[in-house]
Structure formats: C-alpha cells, structure tokens
C-alpha cells in the first residue's frame, strides 16, 4: 500500500505541473475542480480495485501477462489486449505490483477527464444550467460509470485517454500535432474499429463544419486521415476477421451474429439480436434501466442511464436537424463518431456488462453536442435579450425627448 500512496502523490505534483502550462494557456482553467476530479476518481479506482478482487477482471490478466513476460517489450507491442500488456510491461518490470500499475492506469483514465474538460471549456466558454441549478460540465465530469469503467489496468481508462487527447488536439492540430498524433496512436492500437469511426468523424467533420476553413487544410486533414485508414485497413478489418474478404457486408453480419453470441453467453446477457434498429440503440445508449440491472453495480448505473436520458431529451426538438447541419465542424465530427460507433457496436453487444463498459468511450460526444446545442439556444436568448432591452432603452429616450 505504501507503493501505491507514493503514486498519488507523485502523480498529484505531475498535475500540478501540467495545470500550471494548462492555466497559461486558457484562462478559464480551473485548477480546483481538476484537483477535486483527481480525488473523486481515485475513490473510484479504490471501488474498482475492490470490485476486481471479488470479481474476474481483465486487469489482474494483463498484469500477470506483463509481469512475466520474458521477452522483449516490443515483442509486446500489437493491436487489443496486447497494447495493454504493452503499455503495464515496463512498471511491471519495475518492481510495479498489481495495485501499482492499477494506479498508473487509473491517472491515464483521469487524464482522459481533463482533456474532455480542456475540450468542452475551449469550445463552449457559456455555462449551462440542467435540471433547474445542476451545472452541465460538472455533472458530466462527475459521472460515476464513467470513472469506474476508466479507473484501473486495462482498455477502457486507455482508450478513453487516447480519445479525449485527440478530441482536445484535433481542434487545432497545427499547434497540437503531438498530441494528435499520440492520441491516434493509442485509439488505434487499443480498437482499430473506433480509430475507423474516429477518423471518418474527423474528416466528416472538417469537410462539412460551418467554419471558414483554408481548403489547404481540409485536404491535408481528408489525406492524412484517409492514407492512414488505406494503410492500416487489414489490420482494422482483421478485428473482424474480414481482412481479404470479398462480401464484407455479409462477413460483417457472420462476425456481429458469433460475436453477439459469444457475449451474451458471458453472462449478464440480454438478447436483441430481434431488436428494431431504434431499440437496439435504446439498449445501448440507456440500458440497463432499473427493472433489467443485473446486479447492485447496474442498479447504480440505471440511475446514470436516466440522467442519459434525460438530457437526451433536451435535444429532441425540430430545431435540433437544422442545428446539426449548420453545425461547427467538431459538433458534426462529435455527432458522427457518437452514431457510427453506437450503430456497430448495436450489431455485437448482448452483454449489459460489457454495454456498461463499452459505451464510456462514446459518451462524452453526444453531451458535447447537447451541451453545444443548449449552449447556442442560450446564447441566442442573450442576444435577444439585449436587442429587446436596447430597443426598449431607445424607445424611452425618445419618448423622453418627444413627451407630447
């Protein structure tokens, strides 16, 4: 335990640091509440640790994996759960125990928190009230499934890392190309699937945003994106064990129905492989909801599930299309990442366990565009506001002026 208290603190001088370049950088840096969204998911990571020592986890495998590996450590280095071996190998090596690594994993997952912070405050500088006085981002934030799912040793605290870092960096990639490129590099070789809808997002994005964007660049982004999909699509195919195929729609539905099956025999399983399309994203975007949670764990996340579903709502409006097409280009890229990703991972989850899990990556895109999307309606009120007060002020000068 002592190794595993000398990480948090070593850990909290680090923030430090990177707040101090972060509060230089956007004035609207909140080094307090960053602090306080370090102690609140180390609380989970405590939950989550406790959980994987009564339960099977994934993380005591890549551990033990790393840790008695003998070969070199980029031996290790490859695309799914071995990346993760890949990335726990050298604290293991280093005389790291299994609660030690778990606490490295766990500040990548919080790392993920502060650039979806950086992201959301940079891009929507107006504050949003929900639920009559809750604060918007502090409520996305603080979300509890999202921490648990992204606090220890494993894929979920990584890729969500890798996501947020390149959802940070992608909206100016000239001066942030380092993180870009880091973020893609750990996106793909966690889930080459999501690296796929990431970049198509992307480019989505930056060839259909409102912005006045120089062509130069939107060639270079559509070139860059699409060489790298051209590149490494046999290994993103291969996920799926369609690379080579000559009908992937068909191979794509024999990979879905096995994989399908294959998760809801690991317990916890919910059949929709009948479901319509509508209800099958129901499932996935808001499931479990109370009267089908699984165990204590999915009765604490159905609560979650309605705040989901409740700030979905906000967005059902006729306002809401014409919102999106004449959207920001990370508006759009956000909605399209959220919809693809939704849409295939509908076609292989029949798990609420793993539904719980899968669906932390996505998220935080569709409350950028409901944050965004309130954010706007606001901001139209303000202005509103004050052409009808600066009409109302002229209006009685001039009755002042002229009484008669």
Same mark, same amino acid.
């Given at each position: ?61 890549? $551990? ?19 990346? %993760? ?48 006085? &809750?604060? =918007? ?16 040793? #494993? ?12 959802? $940070? ?35 989505? !994005? ?18 860059? =994106?699409? !060489? !790298? ?22 191979? +794509? /539905? ?8 294959? @998760?809801?025999?690991? #317990? ?22 109370? %009267? ?20 979905? @709502?906000? &967005? ?6 014409? +919102? ?7 508006? *759009? ?14 076609? &292989?989850?029949?798990?609420? !366990? ?7 990556? &996505?998220? $935080? ?6 944050? $965004?999307?309130?954010? /706007? ?9 004050? *052409?009808?007060?600066?009409?109302? /002020? ?11």
């Amino acid at each position: 335990m002592l190794g595993v208290f000398f990480l948090i603190i070593v850990f909290f001088a680090l923030n430090q640091a990177i707040f101090n370049v972060y509060q230089k950088r956007h004035k609207f840096f909140d080094k307090k509440k960053m602090n306080l969204l370090y102690f609140y998911h180390l609380f989970f990571y405590g939950v989550y640790s406790w959980y994987a020592y009564n339960n099977p986890s994934d993380s005591g495998v890549y $551990y033990k994996r790393a840790h008695q590996h003998e070969g070199t450590w980029f031996e290790l280095l490859g695309v799914d759960a071995t990346f %993760i071996e890949f990335l726990a190998y050298p604290f293991a090596k280093m005389g790291f125990n299994y609660d030690m690594v778990m606490v490295c994993f766990a500040w990548l997952g919080y790392m993920g928190f502060v650039y979806a912070y950086l992201f959301f405050r940079e891009r929507i500088p107006i504050k949003i009230k929900v639920f009559k006085s &809750v604060d =918007l981002l502090t409520l996305i934030l603080f979300l509890p499934n999202m921490h648990f799912w992204t606090a220890s040793l #494993g894929k979920g605290s990584a890729i969500f890392f890798g996501l947020m870092m390149f959802t $940070y960096a992608i909206s100016k990639p000239g001066s942030r190309l380092f993180l870009l490129t880091l973020g893609s590099i750990i996106i793909y070789f966690i889930r080459p699937h999501v690296f796929l809808f990431v970049a198509v997002g992307a480019v989505a !994005g930056y060839m259909s945003g409102k912005e006045a964007i120089p062509l130069w660049q939107k060639i270079t982004m559509f070139v860059g =994106l699409l !060489g !790298g999909l051209i590149i490494l699509q046999d290994q993103i195919l291969s996920m799926g064990g369609i690379q080579g195929s000559e009908n992937l729609i068909k191979d +794509f /539905e024999s990979f879905t129905k096995d994989r399908s099956e294959d @998760l809801e025999n690991a #317990g916890s399983g919910v059949d929709i492989s009948s479901y319509s399309l509508p209800l099958k994203l129901f499932t996935f975007w808001f499931r479990p909801l109370f %009267i089908d949670a699984p165990n204590i764990l999915g009765i604490i996340v159905s609560f979650e599930n309605l705040i989901y579903l409740m700030l979905f @709502l906000k &967005v059902i409006k006729k306002d809401f299309i014409k +919102f999106i097409l004449k959207s920001p280009a990370l508006v *759009k890229m956000s909605f399209v990442i959220f919809f693809t990703t939704s849409f295939a991972m509908t076609f &292989v989850m029949s798990n609420l !366990g793993i539904i719980m899990r899968q669906k932390s990556m &996505v998220m $935080y895109y569709i409350f950028f565009v409901i944050y $965004y999307y309130l954010a /706007e309606k606001k901001y139209k009120n303000i202005i509103q506001a004050k *052409k009808i007060k600066k009409y109302r /002020e002229q209006k009685a000068r001039t009755l002042a002026a002229n009484p008669n």
